[in-house]
Protein backbone atom coordinates (compact mmCIF):
# COMPACT_ATOMS: atom_id res chain seq x y z
CA UNK A 1 0.00 0.00 0.00
CA UNK A 2 1.06 3.62 -0.41
CA UNK A 3 0.41 7.02 1.44
CA UNK A 4 1.22 9.57 -0.81
CA UNK A 5 0.24 13.25 -1.25
CA UNK A 6 -2.77 13.95 -2.99
CA UNK A 7 -1.28 16.06 -6.06
CA UNK A 8 -2.14 14.73 -9.32
CA UNK A 9 1.64 14.77 -10.70
CA UNK A 10 1.89 11.99 -8.45
CA UNK A 11 -0.06 9.30 -10.23
CA UNK A 12 0.75 5.94 -8.11
CA UNK A 13 -0.48 3.52 -10.60
CA UNK A 14 1.64 4.51 -13.11
CA UNK A 15 4.71 5.35 -11.13
CA UNK A 16 4.84 1.77 -10.12
CA UNK A 17 3.29 0.44 -13.24
CA UNK A 18 0.43 -1.52 -12.18
CA UNK A 19 -3.09 -1.72 -12.78
CA UNK A 20 -6.53 -1.18 -11.08
CA UNK A 21 -6.76 -3.14 -7.88
CA UNK A 22 -3.12 -3.40 -7.55
CA UNK A 23 -2.36 -0.90 -4.83
CA UNK A 24 -4.15 -0.35 -2.05
CA UNK A 25 -3.39 3.89 -1.98
CA UNK A 26 -4.23 6.34 0.78
CA UNK A 27 -4.05 10.20 -0.19
CA UNK A 28 -4.08 13.66 1.31
CA UNK A 29 -2.24 17.04 0.93
CA UNK A 30 1.52 16.12 1.98
CA UNK A 31 1.20 12.49 2.83
CA UNK A 32 0.45 13.02 5.95
CA UNK A 33 -0.23 10.96 9.29
CA UNK A 34 -4.03 11.90 10.66
CA UNK A 35 -6.69 10.08 11.54
CA UNK A 36 -7.78 9.04 8.28
CA UNK A 37 -4.66 7.69 7.26
CA UNK A 38 -3.91 5.73 9.92
CA UNK A 39 -7.85 4.34 9.90
CA UNK A 40 -6.67 3.21 6.28
CA UNK A 41 -3.25 1.92 6.85
CA UNK A 42 -4.65 -0.35 9.62
CA UNK A 43 -7.51 -1.69 7.41
CA UNK A 44 -5.08 -2.38 4.77
CA UNK A 45 -3.18 -4.38 7.51
CA UNK A 46 -5.69 -6.40 9.18
CA UNK A 47 -8.12 -6.73 6.35
CA UNK A 48 -5.71 -6.98 3.30
CA UNK A 49 -2.81 -8.43 5.50
CA UNK A 50 -0.42 -6.23 3.75
CA UNK A 51 3.30 -6.07 4.66
CA UNK A 52 4.93 -3.05 2.42
CA UNK A 53 4.03 0.66 3.13
CA UNK A 54 5.32 2.85 0.99
CA UNK A 55 5.17 6.50 1.83
CA UNK A 56 5.85 8.67 -0.85
CA UNK A 57 6.89 12.44 -0.64
CA UNK A 58 7.25 14.65 -3.97
CA UNK A 59 9.32 17.72 -5.27
CA UNK A 60 7.35 20.79 -5.01
CA UNK A 61 5.24 19.54 -2.26
CA UNK A 62 2.75 22.43 -1.96
CA UNK A 63 1.94 21.14 1.69
CA UNK A 64 5.31 20.67 2.92
CA UNK A 65 6.58 24.43 1.22
CA UNK A 66 3.29 25.61 3.23
CA UNK A 67 4.93 23.92 6.28
CA UNK A 68 7.93 25.69 5.82
CA UNK A 69 6.69 28.98 5.32
CA UNK A 70 5.06 31.77 7.20
CA UNK A 71 1.15 31.14 6.86
CA UNK A 72 -1.70 33.27 7.62
CA UNK A 73 -4.27 32.98 5.03
CA UNK A 74 -5.06 29.40 5.23
CA UNK A 75 -8.49 27.62 6.14
CA UNK A 76 -8.75 26.39 9.44
CA UNK A 77 -8.52 22.84 8.54
CA UNK A 78 -5.39 23.26 6.36
CA UNK A 79 -3.70 25.45 8.86
CA UNK A 80 -4.02 22.57 11.04
CA UNK A 81 -2.38 19.59 8.67
CA UNK A 82 0.02 22.20 7.90
CA UNK A 83 1.23 23.29 11.27
CA UNK A 84 1.12 19.05 12.01
CA UNK A 85 3.27 19.16 9.05
CA UNK A 86 5.56 21.93 10.71
CA UNK A 87 5.95 20.38 14.11
CA UNK A 88 6.98 17.51 13.16
CA UNK A 89 9.82 19.15 11.29
CA UNK A 90 10.78 21.17 13.71
CA UNK A 91 10.94 18.58 16.34
CA UNK A 92 13.26 16.42 14.36
CA UNK A 93 15.53 19.69 13.87
CA UNK A 94 14.86 19.43 10.37
CA UNK A 95 15.81 22.94 8.33
CA UNK A 96 12.46 24.57 7.04
CA UNK A 97 13.88 24.67 3.46
CA UNK A 98 11.18 22.77 0.79
CA UNK A 99 13.93 20.88 -0.54
CA UNK A 100 15.28 19.63 1.94
CA UNK A 101 11.95 18.99 3.63
CA UNK A 102 10.41 17.07 1.16
CA UNK A 103 13.04 14.47 1.53
CA UNK A 104 12.50 13.94 5.05
CA UNK A 105 8.97 14.28 5.56
CA UNK A 106 7.72 10.70 4.75
CA UNK A 107 10.36 9.41 6.88
CA UNK A 108 9.37 11.42 9.95
CA UNK A 109 5.36 10.52 8.56
CA UNK A 110 6.50 6.80 8.73
CA UNK A 111 7.87 7.44 12.14
CA UNK A 112 4.80 9.46 13.22
CA UNK A 113 2.59 5.92 12.28
CA UNK A 114 4.67 3.85 14.16
CA UNK A 115 3.97 6.04 16.99
CA UNK A 116 0.73 6.92 16.79
CA UNK A 117 -0.97 2.88 15.71
CA UNK A 118 -0.06 0.17 17.98
CA UNK A 119 -0.81 -2.20 15.28
CA UNK A 120 1.75 -0.47 12.89
CA UNK A 121 4.20 -0.84 15.70
CA UNK A 122 3.79 -4.28 16.16
CA UNK A 123 4.38 -5.29 12.67
CA UNK A 124 6.75 -3.42 11.86
CA UNK A 125 8.35 -4.85 14.85
CA UNK A 126 7.45 -8.24 14.05
CA UNK A 127 8.55 -8.11 10.78
CA UNK A 128 5.34 -8.37 9.38
CA UNK A 129 5.70 -4.79 7.96
CA UNK A 130 8.42 -2.81 6.19
CA UNK A 131 7.84 0.70 5.41
CA UNK A 132 9.29 2.10 3.07
CA UNK A 133 9.75 6.26 2.64
CA UNK A 134 10.81 7.22 -0.97
CA UNK A 135 10.63 11.17 -2.42
CA UNK A 136 9.55 11.24 -6.23
CA UNK A 137 11.38 14.02 -8.06
CA UNK A 138 9.66 15.64 -10.82
CA UNK A 139 12.67 16.60 -12.84
CA UNK A 140 14.36 12.42 -13.24
CA UNK A 141 11.06 10.91 -12.83
CA UNK A 142 12.58 8.98 -10.55
CA UNK A 143 11.83 7.58 -6.95
CA UNK A 144 14.52 8.55 -4.81
CA UNK A 145 14.19 5.32 -2.05
CA UNK A 146 15.25 7.21 1.66
CA UNK A 147 16.26 3.79 3.61
CA UNK A 148 13.50 0.90 4.98
CA UNK A 149 12.28 1.17 8.60
CA UNK A 150 12.42 -2.07 10.30
CA UNK A 151 12.16 -2.85 13.82
CA UNK A 152 12.76 0.08 15.86
ZN1 LIG B 1 2.27 17.27 -2.19
Not at 63 to 80: E, G, I, N, R, Y
Not at 130 to 137: F, G, K, L, R, W
Amino acid sequence: MVLSCSDSRVPIELLFDVGFGDVFVIRNAGNACTEGSLASIEYGLEGLNINLLVVLGHEGCGAVAAACADHASLSPSLCQLVLHLRQELVSSAVPLDPEIAVRRHPELTARQLMRSSQLVRERVNSGALVIEPACYTFDHGKIEWMGSILKS
